[in-house]
């Protein structure tokens, strides 16, 4: 199964400071569903310019499943990013922090949304994923919000042991262009990187 990740998280003009950082979450979903035998595809609309272009290159790779993770910042444009996922029949689900913590909201600001995970998404994705394998709309599960429920779902169990979970599958986020570098080059080989392990507000 092919899957896109897509991190929402462009700040609009003249708001916060732009200091975009790579998402530990969807950096360890990855892996995950790598391990799985899925492939996994990237992209973040702060440095892959802008969110029309980030689900556009996104969609050129023919996703079986598009996940988004939107920023409280960046909502404006997830209606129009989900739409045109949906018009190239990709189904389209939202998780983070913000879909955990407003999935109706989301519903009414997308409501071509396939579905919205009220859960930590490390926890709720791989399992989705091999459920999904094969069908062409989310099937039921705990955590899953959809418009049929009127876009509520009770939260999903958090992962009990952050340290049973995988390193993030860095490469994902390899030359792309956030402005403090990944990596970083350090003193005598030593390679160190910036990432957003918060699970609010990145600012």
Known sequence: MR?????LSHTPRGSHPRHP?????LGVVAELLARQGHTVRFGDSAVDGGPARSVRDLIRLAPHLLVVKPAMHALADLGATVDRARQA????LAAGPVATTMPQA?????????GVLVGEPEALLPD???????RGEPPDMP????EASAWMADEAPMVSDVDALPFPRHEIFLARRYPFGYPLRGSGGVRVAHMLASRGCPH
Do not use: F, Q, T
Request: charged share 10%; proline share 12%; aromatic share 2%.
């Open 3 to 7: 899957v896109a990740l897509l991190h």
């Open 21 to 25: 950082l790579p998402p530990l979450d």
């Open 89 to 92: 029949g990709i189904p389209v």
């Open 106 to 114: 989301l519903g009414r600001l997308a409501p071509n949304l396939s």
């Open 128 to 134: 989705l994923a091999l459920a999904w394998e094969g």
């Open 143 to 146: 955590g899953l919000a959809r």
